[in-house]
């Protein structure tokens, strides 16, 4: 029986605009995430979707001139479509046009009613459309929303949630939680709001229709934020609180989301949810946003990255490797085609896929066509004089500290720095000099090699996963012993046939302009 279980969620994407970078990146950090906790053994529920409610999707529906219901279904589909190309292993996708979410939203609806939390009242205030969210006045700068977007003023009947009488207990929670969001000077600036003052939030809109009904007053639509954060229980089954994902899975583990909306993730959620008597979150993860060369990307600078094309032209673990390499988690990344060309040939092409195919090309020239056979008694002396593999027995404590302060680009980098470590053994030991001289001698050589390239490979699969298992194939590796687990000695390869060695990774030879 399995008791370890991790649930990681991506926001659900608005569908007013097909995927970019940046909604590519979230969906691609929670599928590393969820790689990594499978291959540490949990039983993992990752789930993504898309958020298809609202005034910003309404208006895009109506400039494609369509019904609002079939714009979403096409919409959706292309979000769904790019899960599947990024290789995402999300086991559910959740749209908030769903007749389950649909039931989950209004059941908890009907919870914060029936607890006192909501209220009808009168809305007047500014509204950003394209930020979904209401500003007050002194968060307004030079009459815009702090994030840039234009703001409307508005004045409607609206429900309210009694926010402000949440203050005290969202900080004091806090205080109890003192990781609830990382990184910490994110958390710092959510507990600086809170501090500021809350006041009620309007959940309801009556100037349009597109969301969904209000319980008993069909006048009124749902706040699309209200309506888009159920969707991370609707996946689990609610209202049915016994239902067995909601047992299993809820509180989430992780909540990743960007720098953008870490405000309704960390203060508006955990209220709802304290107000409807559920459980809070456990973390809440905010990364930074990618820039292009710089810059901002925008539909209207016309500088918008289409992910799919980036996978089509230069591959997917390329890609992927690429964003997860280049972020410093947290903060801003900046996106150039001259660093993602010359990262990935360095790094993938250069260092880990020459010394898979110099190795292996060796190996079956000059040891039969199969690896190398080392005794037991062998092999723990292997294992205590040899610094390569003393390093790689300590590379997984290493890693899984990185991983769990969401230092990605750390963790890659001690992983190629021991790849490089592996190339300077190489080098050192030169098995092609001592095939003239010791054929015994490179053969324990090119052992260690290949047995410090299993590392190395079961390492990288959160990361890159179709290269990772494409080099575990060519050093036999079995499927059932690709998992962390198997990061030592009693695993350690067998000798066997090899086939002719294929090329992982081609070289870029694209200078993009
Ligand atoms: N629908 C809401 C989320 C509701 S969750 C209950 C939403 N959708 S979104 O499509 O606008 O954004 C989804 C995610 O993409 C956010 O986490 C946002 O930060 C991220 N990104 C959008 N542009 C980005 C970059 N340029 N770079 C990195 N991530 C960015 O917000």
Redesign the pocket.
Known sequence: MNNRTFYIT?????VNAAP????A??TLVCDVIARFKSLEGYEVKFLTGT?EHGQKVEKAANDADLTPHEFVDKMSEKFRFLARKINATNNDFIRTTEPRHYASAKAFWNKLKENGHIYLGEYAGWYSVRD?SFYSETELVNGKAPTGADVQWISESSYFFDLSKWQDKLLEFYKNNPSFVMPKWRFNEVIKFVESGLHDLSVSRTTFKWGIPIPGDDDHVMY??LD??T??ISALGYPNVNAEDFKKFWPVDVH??????TK??AIYWPAFLMAADLPVPKQIVS?????NGGE??SKSLGNVIDPLELIERYGLDQFRYYFMREMSFGND?NFTYESFISRTNSDLANKLGNLVQRTLSMIYKNCNQAIPQIRGDQLSELYKSTPLLIAAAELFEKIKAEFDLYEFHKALEFIFHFVDDINAYIDTNAPWELRKSNQEMMEKVLYVVLEAVRYAAILLLPFIPDSANNILEQIKVPMDQRTFECLNMKFALKSQAIQAPVAVFPRIEDDHS
């Open positions: 991506t926001p659900i994407y608005y970019h970078i940046g909604t990146y979230t958020d979904e699309v934020w888009a954060l969707n991370y990743m989301v960007g720098k953008d909306i309704f993730h990364h930074g946003w990618w820039l901002k990307i990344g």
